[in-house]
């Protein structure tokens, strides 16, 4: 863990700073009860930043069933990270990568997810460098995903023989 940043588990009262920063870093938005629902299926994995005594950036997840992206009808359990952002102030320290091993760490440990999975926007170039640095990969290209017609990337990775 870098210095200047903690991470810490999500708490009710940091609904509506979350909420802010998810309005004020992406156009993809959700109601409160959508992210009550994950802090309260999902705790493990729904985890803050803070900085200068504030949060400045999250991860929220979903734990799902279903095929893993990458083996071809492999039934898994997998870790969906939902949303992420980090404050464009505190952005290139190491934060967003940070919540993303934190997370993955609690999936597979707490809820024994076997593959990490994603979507973002296929112009989003920060964020993809952010995934293949820790070792995702493009699983398949999901046309219009977007409430905008903007295409996404599936992105994906096995935790399996991997140290997370
Ligand atoms: N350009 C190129 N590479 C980048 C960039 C960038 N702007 N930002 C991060 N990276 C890569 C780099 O390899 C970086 O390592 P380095 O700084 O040593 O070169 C690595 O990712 C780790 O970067 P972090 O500092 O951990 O990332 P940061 O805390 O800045 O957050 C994030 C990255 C979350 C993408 C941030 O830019 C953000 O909040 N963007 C707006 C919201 C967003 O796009 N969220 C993801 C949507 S997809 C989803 O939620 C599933
Ligand atoms: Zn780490």
Known sequence: MSAGFTLRAFRAEDLNRVMS????CLPDNYSSSF???????FPDTFIVAEADGEIQGYVMC???RGFSKLKSL????????????????????GIAKELMHEAMRKGANAYEASECYLEVR???????????????TKAKR???YYLDGEDA?????LFKGKVI
Not at 21 to 24: D, L, S
Not at 35 to 41: D, H, I, K, M, W
Request: aromatic share 12%; hydrophobic share 45%; proline share 4%.
């Open 21 to 24: 920063i998810n309005f004020e």
């Open 35 to 41: 992210y009550r629902e994950l802090a309260g299926r």
């Open 62 to 64: 979903r734990v799902e």
């Open 74 to 93: 492999t039934p898994a359990k997998l870790l969906h990270v939902v949303s992420i952002a980090v404050r464009e102030a505190y952005r290139r320290r």
């Open 122 to 136: 296929v112009g989003n170039e920060p964020a993809i460098k952010l995934y293949e640095g820790l070792g995702f």
């Open 142 to 144: 999901n046309y219009g």
């Open 153 to 157: 990337w599936v992105m994906a990775l």
